[in-house]
């Protein structure tokens, strides 16, 4: 009975030597040897490299330089004759107008027809159109130029083509204000004759833009 037990008892104590990572010689306590478990760890890294395109945009801005008419000096002798030269042909269906046009704004001129100030635009042109006619006396092709409203047509016809010229104005001027005579970049038309009816007192105005 008693070896059975001690043989019990040494197999029990063996299992947990090994259990417990002891050496065990001849059934008694030596110096422990320790199991050392080494763990290596890995970092890695994980590098981005982020590509920022820059688009750089050039803008050009191209100017147009547009050279207007110069218009020619009021005529020191307006009773001068001139060449007679017919431009083309002015309808004013509204008051009843359609004469020919003519080049020239001396007193010799206006007595065949309109006349278009020299050195202002030509119908159809950038720049102010600028037609004088008479009132009372000879053809009265402007008698009745004050009957004319907003939105009434003007129609030019040369060897250019057929321009229609829509009325946005009208004003009573003094013989002195040569401003309604001058130029700019848009496309104008300006009417003119003496006012009142017999009368140089004044200017009657009409002034116009082409028709788009």
């Known amino acids: 009975m008693t070896r059975r037990f001690a043989l019990s008892v040494g197999v029990i104590t063996v299992v947990i030597a090994i259990i417990t990572g002891t050496s065990w010689s001849d059934g008694e306590n030596a110096a422990p040897t320790s199991s050392t478990t080494t763990t290596v760890e890995t970092t890695t890294t994980s590098s981005t490299t982020t590509t920022t395109t820059t688009t750089s945009t050039t803008s050009t801005t191209t100017t147009t330089s547009t050279t207007l008419p110069t218009p020619i000096a009021p005529p020191?002798?307006?009773?001068?004759?001139?060449?007679?030269?017919?431009?083309?042909?002015?309808?004013?269906?509204?008051?009843?107008?359609?004469?020919?046009?003519?080049?020239?704004?001396?007193?010799?001129?206006?007595d065949l027809g309109p006349g278009h100030w020299p050195g202002t635009a030509l119908p159809g042109?950038?720049?102010?159109?600028?037609?004088?006619?008479?009132?009372v006396s000879k053809h009265q092709v402007f008698l009745r130029?004050?009957?004319?409203?907003i939105g009434d047509e003007i129609i030019f016809e040369t060897e250019d083509g057929v321009f229609t010229y829509l009325v946005t104005a009208t004003q009573v001027v003094e013989p002195t204000d040569l401003w309604i005579i001058d130029q700019t970049p848009a496309f104008t038309a300006t009417l003119f004759a003496c006012h009142p009816p017999g009368s140089t007192a004044q200017r009657y105005a009409v002034f116009a833009e082409l028709a788009r």
């Open 76 to 110: 020191a002798d307006a009773n001068a004759t001139e060449p007679v030269i017919e431009l083309g042909k002015i309808s004013i269906p509204a008051i009843d107008v359609e004469m020919g046009l003519y080049e020239g704004i001396r007193l010799t001129t206006l």
């Open 125 to 135: 042109s950038a720049g102010n159109v600028v037609v004088a006619g008479h009132r």
């Open 145 to 149: 130029i004050n009957e004319l409203v």
